[in-house]
Every structure is written in C-alpha cells, then in structure tokens.
C-alpha cells in the first residue's frame, strides 16, 4: 500500500546553508524548544513562524529532502518552488519500520535541499493510503516529475521503492 499526499507551498524564505536532511522535531516560535534540530532548518523555521497568526510549531512534522539521490533531490526540490509538484508518495509499510506517525492533513514540512539547505515549508492538504496499481493519473499529474504521466510516476516510482 502507498501513502499518498497533496500538498500546498507554504512559503520559500530565504535561508542560511547548514541543515541536516533528517533531522526531526517539534519546533516552536520559542528557540528554547528547538532541540535536535539543525542550526539551519531552525533558523528559517523561526523566520517562517514569525510570518504565522498562529504558532505552527505542533504542526511541525519534518524536515528532509526528496529522494535517494543528489541530482533527483535538488530537482525535486526546485519543482516544489516552481509550483509544478504538489503531491508525494510513500510506502505505507515505512512508516511503521521507522516508527513515525502517517501524515496527516495540517501537518508542515520542510523541504530541503540534497545537502539540508532549507528551501520551503510545505502544508499537507490530503492523505490517502492506496493500493499501487489505484494511483490515479490525475495524482501522478500533480507529483510534477518527468512528463506527469501515469506511466512515468509507476516506471521511476517501482525502481525508487525497489531500491529502499
């Protein structure tokens, strides 16, 4: 089964070099509270929370970077700041190995460059598990990659989740 969500940019401050793709935790608006977290993703995490009516830090999910790989990563990335990719996918069963919670709609991410660069925050809107063979065109439309195409997202996709 697959873990599939849309969802919308939230904003693409600009930020200091540094992060570390990975790293996770619940931040807040108060510094204090930011433990395990690199300097980095903090930092445009606070300049982001300062942009909110509300603080944002209990929507906080995670901060990572796209892929298996640098090329893909970045390109990724930059088709998430064009407003070209707006949905994501994920083994159902990597959740429960890893021991994290599903997404959720309301959560926020931020995406980061291959090498932990923060680029932007990310909201998800909607989380549907399915199976792989009912992922619908209109989805792989909206995950952006390669010609959008149904074919395309199932052929680099396959060999993606094979390799993890």
């Not at 790293?23 to 807040?28: F, I």
Request: a negative charge.
């Amino acid at each position: 089964m697959w873990v599939v969500l849309t969802a919308r940019l939230c904003t693409a401050p600009s930020a200091p070099v540094g992060a570390r793709s990975g790293d996770t935790v619940r931040p807040s608006r108060n510094p204090a509270r930011m433990t395990k977290i690199a300097p980095a993703v903090a930092s445009f995490w606070r300049t982001f929370a300062a942009t909110c009516a509300d603080d944002p830090g209990p929507r906080f999910k995670q901060a990572y970077s796209f892929a298996d790989n640098e090329d893909s990563a970045n390109t990724l990335a930059q088709l998430v700041l064009a407003g070209r990719k707006r949905a994501t996918a994920a083994l159902h069963s990597s959740y429960a190995a890893e021991g994290e919670a599903l997404p959720a709609r309301g959560d926020l991410n931020v995406i980061t460059d291959w090498h932990g660069k923060p680029l932007c925050v990310i909201e998800t809107e909607r989380m549907d598990i399915v199976a792989f063979d009912a992922v619908s065109a209109e989805f792989a439309a909206a995950e952006g990659e390669g010609d959008g195409s149904l074919g395309y997202w199932r052929q680099v996709h396959w060999a993606f989740f094979e390799r993890e």
